[in-house]
């Protein structure tokens, strides 16, 4: 018996020192509504950030693919100076310098060194390429992608805020009813202790309550570190510094009539048409590479045997078509490559539709059982409060023992906790039906 008492003693003491302790490392506070939430996530979250800068490459590839329309201009200043008797003789000719003594055999053996200054100026202009007209159809595609993929994840976010939000004011309701609970046991404790006083009850039962109570302020320290756990990860999604408690809207209405779960436009879904249609035309743009190219090319030069001379000049233009006959079957392995990683991709939306429709009949459900849950334990807290009632009553005269108020003091909190879970679930449910069946606008 010694034994037993000295257990309960120290939990009694654990529970006082880790609530002193909970007391000294309390967070600030700061209210927020879920639309705050949201609009801060949505402006803030890295998440999105890296979403957007996504976009932003697949965009800033697509206007590099504009270069096929566009000419290929280079200029260039070269300096050389040689013995090379080909070369040296080249220089002369481009420096338009040739005379009758030039061509005397020794001088065209062993030239003397001989330079050349060149100033040039190049442009290539593409007419006719089939393959890169398709490739820049496939970086459009790859565009509006990333655009889909932001609008998925925005939608996600604002989902992951919500959770975030309901859960966190599952751990206020939570901490509410075990406060209840133990404004109810430490009323028991004083009336017990006197109870013991007027030698009505043993030593045992004082004991018992006492070890409900510090098993109630347990609870309630868990529930504020649940609180300040979700506060800091709602902070992380809204790109806020952590250590701030939020207290949040104690009611939220959920609108059932509201909710429509048929999946019409979803921006994941669209994604993925999109990158089906993207490898559509990379696998025609290498089919088109097997085409000729037809290319446009011309050049202005200056020559000149001194730096900074710009005696002679001349010009070459012309057109150029190339046809690569054969590349070692690689182009046909890259469009059966290219082939099966598109029908991978629709095999892919084809599944995740089929797990979407799953996951709404699934929600759907849950919606309705929450429903069920809700109205149930609503009459079960009314007939639990009763009861507990009754025996407080009682309790007061000594018609019932100590165990019997604290089994109705817990029934009463369990059908409470219960009735908070069947209302979070039945909102996070709705928000996640929101989510799987969101459109784009």
Same mark, same amino acid.
């Given at each position: 018996?010694?034994?037993?008492?000295?257990?309960?003693?120290?939990?009694?003491?654990?529970?006082?020192?880790?609530?002193?302790?909970?007391?000294?490392?309390?967070?600030?506070?700061?209210?927020?509504?879920?639309?705050?939430?949201?609009?801060?996530?949505?402006?803030?979250?890295?998440?999105?950030?890296?979403?957007?800068?996504?976009?932003?490459?697949?965009?800033?590839?697509?206007?590099?693919?504009?270069?096929?329309?566009?000419?290929?201009?280079?200029?260039?200043?070269?300096?050389?100076?040689?013995?090379?008797?080909?070369?040296?003789?080249?220089?002369?000719?481009?420096?338009?310098?040739?005379?009758?003594?030039?061509?005397?055999?020794?001088?065209?053996?062993?030239?003397?060194?001989?330079?050349?200054?060149?100033?040039?100026?190049?442009?290539?202009?593409?007419?006719?390429?089939?393959?890169?007209?398709?490739?820049?159809?496939?970086?459009?595609?790859?565009?509006?992608?990333?655009?889909?993929?932001?609008?998925?994840?925005?939608?996600?976010?604002?989902?992951?805020?919500?959770?975030?939000?309901?859960?966190?004011?599952?751990?206020?309701?939570?901490?509410?009813?075990?406060?209840?609970?133990?404004?109810?046991?430490?009323?028991?404790?004083?009336?017990?202790?006197?109870?013991?006083?007027?030698?009505?009850?043993?030593?045992?039962?004082?004991?018992?309550?006492?070890?409900?109570?510090?098993?109630?302020?347990?609870?309630?320290?868990?529930?504020?570190?649940?609180?300040?756990?979700?506060?800091?990860?709602?902070?992380?999604?809204?790109?806020?510094?952590?250590?701030?408690?939020?207290?949040?809207?104690?009611?939220?209405?959920?609108?059932?009539?509201?909710?429509?779960?048929?999946?019409?436009?979803?921006?994941?879904?669209?994604?993925?048409?999109?990158?089906?249609?993207?490898?559509?035309?990379?696998?025609?743009?290498?089919?088109?590479?097997?085409?000729?190219?037809?290319?446009?090319?011309?050049?202005?030069?200056?020559?000149?045997?001194?730096?900074?001379?710009?005696?002679?000049?001349?010009?070459?233009?012309?057109?150029?078509?190339?046809?690569?006959?054969?590349?070692?079957?690689?182009?046909?392995?890259?469009?059966?490559?290219?082939?099966?990683?598109?029908?991978?991709?629709?095999?892919?939306?084809?599944?995740?539709?089929?797990?979407?429709?799953?996951?709404?009949?699934?929600?759907?459900?849950?919606?309705?059982?929450?429903?069920?849950?809700?109205?149930?334990?609503?009459?079960?807290?009314?007939?639990?409060?009763?009861?507990?009632?009754?025996?407080?009553?009682?309790?007061?005269?000594?018609?019932? $023992?100590?165990?019997?108020?604290?089994?109705?003091?817990?029934?009463?909190?369990?059908?409470?906790?219960?009735?908070?879970?069947?209302?979070?679930?039945?909102?996070?449910?709705?928000?996640?039906?929101?989510?799987?069946? $969101?459109?784009?606008?």
């Amino acid at each position: 018996m010694t034994k037993r008492l000295l257990i309960q003693l120290s939990v009694i003491a654990i529970t006082s020192i880790a609530a002193f302790l909970q007391q000294l490392k309390a967070q600030p506070s700061k209210q927020l509504s879920l639309e705050e939430a949201k609009n801060a996530a949505l402006t803030n979250n890295k998440s999105l950030q890296l979403a957007s800068l996504d976009e932003a490459i697949a965009v800033a590839n697509y206007q590099q693919s504009a270069a096929i329309y566009l000419p290929q201009i280079n200029f260039s200043y070269t300096g050389i100076s040689t013995n090379n008797p080909l070369n040296a003789f080249g220089f002369k000719l481009q420096q338009k310098q040739i005379g009758l003594s030039d061509f005397n055999p020794d001088l065209l053996n062993h030239p003397s060194a001989t330079s050349d200054f060149t100033t040039k100026l190049s442009i290539q202009q593409s007419l006719i390429n089939m393959d890169a007209v398709f490739m820049r159809k496939a970086a459009a595609k790859q565009k509006e992608i990333y655009q889909f993929k932001s609008k998925r994840t925005i939608d996600y976010t604002s989902f992951e805020v919500e959770k975030t939000y309901l859960q966190l004011q599952l751990a206020y309701k939570a901490l509410k009813v075990s406060e209840e609970a133990l404004a109810t046991i430490q009323s028991v404790l004083t009336n017990t202790k006197n109870h013991f006083n007027q030698g009505l009850v043993q030593k045992s039962d004082v004991l018992n309550v006492q070890v409900q109570n510090a098993s109630i302020e347990n609870n309630i320290t868990q529930a504020k570190d649940n609180i300040g756990n979700l506060s800091d990860y709602l902070s992380a999604l809204m790109g806020q510094p952590l250590g701030t408690n939020y207290t949040i809207e104690e009611n939220l209405a959920t609108q059932l009539s509201l909710i429509d779960t048929v999946i019409k436009k979803r921006a994941d879904f669209i994604a993925m048409k999109k990158a089906v249609e993207a490898n559509n035309l990379l696998i025609k743009s290498s089919k088109m590479s097997y085409l000729p190219k037809l290319n446009a090319f011309g050049s202005y030069q200056l020559n000149d045997a001194s730096m900074l001379g710009f005696g002679a000049n001349g010009y070459m233009a012309g057109l150029q078509v190339s046809w690569d006959i054969f590349k070692g079957f690689s182009t046909k392995h890259t469009i059966a490559s290219q082939t099966l990683e598109r029908d991978k991709i629709a095999l892919q939306l084809s599944q995740l539709q089929e797990q979407s429709n799953v996951e709404i009949n699934k929600t759907k459900r849950a919606i309705n059982e929450a429903s069920v849950a809700i109205a149930k334990h609503q009459l079960a807290i009314t007939q639990a409060t009763e009861a507990l009632r009754i025996l407080e009553n009682r309790y007061q005269q000594g018609l019932v $023992s100590t165990t019997d108020i604290m089994m109705a003091t817990t029934q009463r909190s369990q059908q409470q906790f219960e009735l908070a879970q069947s209302i979070f679930q039945q909102q996070i449910s709705v928000a996640y039906l929101h989510f799987l069946t $969101s459109s784009v606008n």
